[in-house]
């Protein structure tokens, strides 16, 4: 028996991912009926993964009375605008869409008056005293609705409050009249200890939201993260206005003016800066980079040359553990990752935001890459931090910390994985954990989910994958490729996954003799009735120095 076969045997006598077989509540319920396993033949992922299912089962809960809701986890007890109610509950949509879903109109429904959504829920109730915005909302709900089947009374629920919310900002951030968003106090980005904010408020001034110090000479700044979000939520709120029949024209007119006044006010040199009451800009090379390319903002160009110059430069941002929250030749970089901070450590939270900027470009290949150091080093950890070391990738400051749970989750399934979209795509992931340092690398892994009643298991060790369907073979390819699959669960492309080019046979079953591509990283080939079409080669980026 090979170890692929073995994977399969195991896959297939595996147990629901549940801390307690006996569960059997609705989310329960939901979870078990995704028909979501993962094993791993060697070293510690598989443990890890069920150590995440069970951690992450204790971080969905109601906050006070009411539905489950996802709580951030850790130190922090309750639900965060900018990470719990946004990509957090982003990718637990692929696990438990019923708790993204209450999580969302939750905030919605704690909504002030005036218009201003809360920073967070917490078991003593809503908090306003600070905007604390990142992932953009509409986003993720927009990602939900077609996710779960087009409710359309969820979707207009949520577009009334965004947009009353974006009137808030609008009224109340823009005191200087650039077009941007600012920022009155650290707290207003979460960058908690980020030399970005040094000599600055942390809260905003009084418990205001709509309030600054007037005693600090740089405020209000006109924050490249806040704006950016701002942009990337008006383009979403104009798809949402149209799917429900209102005019998408005026959202769209105001997404163009927030990337206006994000480029001409706060990029200079390849950058992203804050831009001070003076004029001048501050110039902290952070992860604040990262944050507006997740917001699609900008080119391929310019995403090509963010790559070249910082993302994937290991003077810069890339360490041994992902990105880095401060550049680390910047002399202000402390990478003190047993606290809370945002100065240096490698957040967990940054790492969760990253593959939406990378796939917005189609760069996936570097994605997989950066992933590596530190899959091998969750393996052997003893919590989920939410900080990490960038030399060492050592667990740092907290545990039980839900984005550093689901990264591992989302990290495994975009690897060697099953993994829905929300377009209807399916991504078949063929890269296998196969060659992770620290004594974990997995000779065979095996990961399986139902997607729209079709039940699919990937297979596959350091040379072949192996993809079941309802239990028949289907598709055979080479470690290194994804195979995408289209809204109707054929074949529709298949992708450069891996860091160096590989070669090899598509095989699918009832289709001699397959079809064989050469695929140089990141390259992507469209299949039309089991015949190859043209390549799309969008280059790569390998770690520089």
Same mark, same amino acid.
Not at 419 to 433: A, F, I, K, Q, T
């Given at each position: 028996m090979t170890a692929i076969d073995r994977a399969l045997a195991r896959l297939r006598e595996t147990g629901a991912p549940l801390p307690h077989a006996g569960d059997d509540d609705a989310v329960a319920r939901e979870i078990r009926a995704g028909g979501i396993r993962f094993v791993a033949l060697g070293g510690g992922l598989e443990q890890r993964w069920q150590r995440a299912w069970e951690e992450l089962r204790g971080c969905i809960a109601p906050i006070g009375a009411g539905e489950p809701l996802l709580r951030e986890g850790g130190a922090y007890d309750g639900a965060w605008l900018e990470s719990t109610a946004t990509i957090n509950a982003e990718v637990l949509d692929r696990f438990a869409p019923s708790v993204t879903?209450?999580?969302?109109?939750?905030?919605?429904?704690?909504?002030r008056d005036d218009g201003l959504l809360p920073y967070k829920l917490t078991p003593d109730g809503a908090a306003f005293t600070q905007i604390q915005t990142v992932t953009p909302l509409a986003r993720s709900v927009w990602n939900h609705y077609l996710l779960t089947g087009r409710d359309r009374d969820y979707l207009a629920r949520m577009h009334a409050a965004m947009v009353r919310n974006d009137a808030w900002?609008?009224?109340h951030r823009d005191t200087r009249g650039t077009g941007g968003v600012e920022a009155f106090c650290t707290f207003d980005t979460g960058h908690d200890l980020s030399p970005r904010f040094w000599h600055l408020p942390e809260r905003c001034h009084h418990g205001d939201a709509a309030t600054y110090d007037p005693g600090a000479p740089l405020l209000p700044l006109v924050a490249p993260d806040l704006t950016a979000n701002v942009a990337c939520q008006r383009e979403y709120l104009g798809r949402i206005a149209a799917e429900l029949g209102e005019d998408p024209a005026p959202w769209t007119r105001k997404a163009a003016?927030? !990337?206006?006044?994000?480029? !001409?006010?706060?990029?200079?040199?390849?950058?992203?800066?804050?831009?001070?009451?003076?004029?001048?800009?501050?110039?902290?090379?952070?992860?604040?980079?990262?944050?507006?390319?997740?917001?699609e903002i900008g080119d391929d160009d310019l995403f090509a040359t963010a790559l070249e110059d910082h993302l994937m430069n290991t003077r810069r941002f890339l360490s041994q553990a992902?990105?880095?929250?401060?550049?680390? #030749?910047?002399?202000?970089? #402390?990478?003190?990752?047993?606290?809370?901070?945002?100065?240096?450590?490698?957040?967990?939270?940054?790492?969760? $935001?990253?593959?939406?900027?990378?796939?917005?470009?189609?760069?996936?290949?570097?994605?997989?890459?950066?992933?590596?150091?530190?899959?091998?080093a969750m393996a052997g950890h003893d919590r989920f931090a939410q900080c990490y070391d960038p030399w060492s990738a050592d667990a740092g400051y907290t545990e039980a910390y839900s984005p550093s749970i689901l990264w591992l989750l989302d990290a495994l399934e975009r690897a060697a994985g099953?993994? /829905?979209? /929300?377009?209807?795509?399916?991504?078949?992931?063929?890269?296998? /954990?196969?060659?992770?340092?620290?004594?974990?690398a997995a000779t065979a892994t095996g990961a399986a989910r139902t997607?729209?009643?079709?039940?699919?298991?990937?297979?596959?060790?350091?040379?072949?994958?192996?993809?079941?369907?309802?239990?028949?073979?289907?598709?055979?390819? /080479?470690?290194?490729?994804?195979?995408?699959?289209?809204?109707?669960?054929?074949?529709?492309?298949?992708?450069?996954?891996?860091?160096? $080019?590989?070669?090899?046979?598509?095989?699918?079953?009832?289709? #001699?003799p397959g079809i064989a591509l050469d695929l140089a990283p990141n390259d992507r080939v469209t299949v039309t009735g089991g015949r190859a079409g043209d390549v799309v080669s969008r280059g790569f980026t390998p770690p520089r120095s």
């Amino acid at each position: 028996m090979t170890a692929i076969d073995r994977a399969l045997a195991r896959l297939r006598e595996t147990g629901a991912p549940l801390p307690h077989a006996g569960d059997d509540d609705a989310v329960a319920r939901e979870i078990r009926a995704g028909g979501i396993r993962f094993v791993a033949l060697g070293g510690g992922l598989e443990q890890r993964w069920q150590r995440a299912w069970e951690e992450l089962r204790g971080c969905i809960a109601p906050i006070g009375a009411g539905e489950p809701l996802l709580r951030e986890g850790g130190a922090y007890d309750g639900a965060w605008l900018e990470s719990t109610a946004t990509i957090n509950a982003e990718v637990l949509d692929r696990f438990a869409p019923s708790v993204t879903r209450a999580t969302h109109l939750a905030f919605a429904a704690a909504q002030r008056d005036d218009g201003l959504l809360p920073y967070k829920l917490t078991p003593d109730g809503a908090a306003f005293t600070q905007i604390q915005t990142v992932t953009p909302l509409a986003r993720s709900v927009w990602n939900h609705y077609l996710l779960t089947g087009r409710d359309r009374d969820y979707l207009a629920r949520m577009h009334a409050a965004m947009v009353r919310n974006d009137a808030w900002l609008a009224a109340h951030r823009d005191t200087r009249g650039t077009g941007g968003v600012e920022a009155f106090c650290t707290f207003d980005t979460g960058h908690d200890l980020s030399p970005r904010f040094w000599h600055l408020p942390e809260r905003c001034h009084h418990g205001d939201a709509a309030t600054y110090d007037p005693g600090a000479p740089l405020l209000p700044l006109v924050a490249p993260d806040l704006t950016a979000n701002v942009a990337c939520q008006r383009e979403y709120l104009g798809r949402i206005a149209a799917e429900l029949g209102e005019d998408p024209a005026p959202w769209t007119r105001k997404a163009a003016a927030s !990337r206006g006044a994000l480029m !001409r006010e706060c990029h200079r040199g390849g950058m992203f800066y804050d831009r001070a009451a003076d004029g001048s800009h501050v110039r902290v090379d952070s992860d604040v980079l990262l944050r507006v390319l997740a917001c699609e903002i900008g080119d391929d160009d310019l995403f090509a040359t963010a790559l070249e110059d910082h993302l994937m430069n290991t003077r810069r941002f890339l360490s041994q553990a992902g990105f880095a929250s401060i550049a680390m #030749d910047d002399p202000r970089f #402390d990478g003190d990752h047993t606290r809370n901070s945002w100065a240096g450590p490698v957040n967990a939270l940054s790492l969760l $935001r990253a593959p939406h900027a990378f796939e917005h470009h189609g760069r996936v290949a570097e994605l997989a890459l950066t992933h590596e150091p530190l899959l091998a080093a969750m393996a052997g950890h003893d919590r989920f931090a939410q900080c990490y070391d960038p030399w060492s990738a050592d667990a740092g400051y907290t545990e039980a910390y839900s984005p550093s749970i689901l990264w591992l989750l989302d990290a495994l399934e975009r690897a060697a994985g099953v993994l /829905p979209r /929300p377009d209807g795509e399916v991504w078949l992931s063929g890269l296998v /954990p196969a060659r992770l340092g620290h004594g974990q690398a997995a000779t065979a892994t095996g990961a399986a989910r139902t997607v729209r009643g079709i039940h699919y298991e990937l297979v596959g060790d350091d040379e072949r994958i192996e993809v079941h369907r309802d239990g028949t073979l289907w598709l055979g390819f /080479p470690r290194g490729w994804r195979v995408v699959l289209d809204a109707r669960g054929e074949v529709a492309a298949v992708v450069g996954l891996a860091a160096g $080019r590989v070669s090899g046979i598509l095989s699918m079953a009832g289709a #001699d003799p397959g079809i064989a591509l050469d695929l140089a990283p990141n390259d992507r080939v469209t299949v039309t009735g089991g015949r190859a079409g043209d390549v799309v080669s969008r280059g790569f980026t390998p770690p520089r120095s």
